[in-house]
């Protein structure tokens, strides 16, 4: 019996051991199995929209545009801006799943540009932690400019008006316009309104604008300041009777204020425009005459004899050269009172320096040079009295119409100088009067 009873309990104290192994084996087991085969990560995308915002006409880059990226619902879940440098946007939506998949609507606003909205697919397979980036650039176009009439009631205060639009590049601009008090007698309504940007490309124009009610003159002038680009020689003109008519005096100037901004004043209503080219200036038949005897020649006492050979003379005073305008009109007289006078003296100035002519002279004087080239040939055995320089003249004409009006330009050239020489032969016996020359002959400088 005790022999049993010792039996029995090792074996249950063995039998205790083994499933206490057994369970431990079990209990590691599922622990790994837990670890590999389930994953209570959450699986999402990231996708992101990016590229660049331009004009259309000129492929500068926008910048500060909107963009806004809108769900099917409605409700915005993007927004981005485009850099002021580069023109660059991106947005980036994050932790997409598989129920963020559809269509979206992206749109993109600017100052001075048409807004504009495009449908975008947000598409993946599985939401598997994926990352997709799609390339969208936008080009804008500008607004035409024109815009609603501004009303703004002239009266006892100076009063700013600001219309928004595009420069002659397509970029957004504001003008400002300075209402002062007392542009009138008493208060009265007025309207602005700036004109569409084909108006203004068919004017030749960087504005063209229209006030109300049209002939109202001011005491004071409405100024105008505007951004263009820099350089420009701007002027204001008014339409009158269908034609454009620069204003008088300096208010026709356009002053560049050198900070990209020009300023122009107005002292009545009409249509009115700030503009550099506006007119062709057309040339009519050149008619040259040669010969036309404008200088009476030259002449100086010479005494000398040649000898047995030819010698050579030089003329050493100064010559007339260079052009004039006929009967001392300049061209600055000429063109008085021409709607585009300085531009168009410029234009006839290059046109006559493309011809060569060259030393103009607003007198009526010629200016004159030292020609040191200036020579001729006495022949063997002669007896020289007088020197004499005749001048090769020439007349150009020419017409020039600017607005319907000709006018005649007139110049003057002296286009060559011959040196002659007065004198007879005086047989083959030399006289022995220097020796500059051949044995006996010899010559003595004119006085």
Not at 10 to 38: F, N, P, Q, R
Request: net charge negative; proline share 3%; charged share 25%.
């Amino acid at each position: 019996m005790k022999m049993n009873s010792k039996f029995f309990g090792l074996g249950a104290k063995l039998a205790l051991c083994l499933a206490v192994v057994m369970g431990t084996m079990t209990s590691c087991y599922e622990k790994e199995d837990i670890k590999t085969v389930i994953d209570t990560t959450p699986k999402t995308a990231t996708y992101t929209i990016s590229g660049t915002v331009y004009n259309y006409a000129n492929l500068d880059v926008i910048k500060n545009a909107t963009l806004t990226l809108t769900n099917a619902a409605g409700n915005q879940v993007g927004r981005a801006t485009s850099d002021p440098v580069n023109g660059n946007y991106s947005i980036k939506l994050e932790n997409l799943t598989e129920a963020d998949r559809g269509t979206y609507t992206l749109s993109i606003v600017a100052e001075g540009y048409k807004s504009r909205t495009t449908s975008i697919m947000i598409w993946f397979e599985k939401a598997e932690n994926q990352a997709i980036a799609t390339q969208m650039d936008f080009a804008l176009k500008s607004n035409d400019i024109q815009g609603s009439p501004v009303e703004v009631v002239a009266g006892n205060d100076d009063q700013v008006v600001e219309i928004s639009g595009s420069d002659e590049g397509g970029k957004p601009v504001t003008d400002k316009i300075l209402v002062p008090a007392g542009l009138l007698d008493e208060a009265q309504t007025i309207t602005i309104q700036r004109e569409g940007q084909e108006a203004e490309k068919a004017s030749e124009a960087i504005r063209v604008y229209e006030g109300k009610p049209d002939g109202l003159k001011f005491n004071k002038p409405l100024e105008f300041t505007f951004k263009a680009d820099a350089g420009q020689n701007l002027k204001v003109y008014y339409e009158e009777g269908g034609i454009w008519t620069i204003a008088d005096g300096d208010d026709a100037n356009v002053v560049d204020n050198g900070d990209g901004t020009y300023t122009a004043k107005i002292w009545h209503f009409s249509r009115f425009k700030f503009s550099e080219n506006d007119y062709d200036i057309e040339y009519g038949k050149i008619d040259t005459t040669f010969n036309v005897p404008v200088l009476a020649p030259e002449k100086a006492d010479y005494v000398a004899y040649t000898g047995a050979e030819e010698a050579t003379v030089a003329w050493k005073k100064p010559v007339m050269v260079g052009y004039r305008y006929k009967d001392g009109k300049s061209l600055s007289q000429v063109f008085d009172g021409c709607v585009i006078k300085d531009r168009v003296i410029t234009e006839v100035e290059n046109f006559l320096k493309d011809q060569g002519a060259i030393n103009f002279a607003d007198g009526a004087e010629f200016n004159t040079e030292v020609v040191d080239a200036l020579t001729t040939t006495i022949p063997p055995y002669y007896n020289i009295t007088e020197l004499v320089v005749t001048y090769g003249t020439k007349t150009i004409t020419i017409p020039v119409t600017v607005n319907g009006i000709t006018y005649e330009v007139v110049v003057e050239n002296v286009s060559g100088q011959t040196l002659n020489y007065v004198g007879e032969e005086y047989g083959t016996h030399g006289h022995g009067h220097g020796d500059d020359l051949n044995a006996g002959g010899g010559i003595i400088d004119f006085e």
